[in-house]
């Protein structure tokens, strides 16, 4: 039952989770721009290999400036 429970929840969990056919990982804290302006960073990145990582350290000084003022 309780390996039941657990499957479930991990199905749940990773319904919204796509895997890109050439998948590659990379880490690393790195971060990249949305389409609205604010910045997502993550320290391990699942991409595909045809598009490319679009996340760099680069795009992260913009995230730290803004904490940097916040404070």
Known sequence: ?????IGTLALLVL??????KEPRMAFGKKCSETSNGQVAYSYVWLYSKSDG???????????DAVE???K
């Open 1 to 5: 039952m309780k390996s039941f429970i």
């Open 15 to 20: 319904a919204g989770c796509s895997i890109p």
């Open 53 to 63: 990582l679009e996340a760099d350290k680069d795009t992260c000084k913009q995230l």
């Open 68 to 70: 940097s003022k916040e």
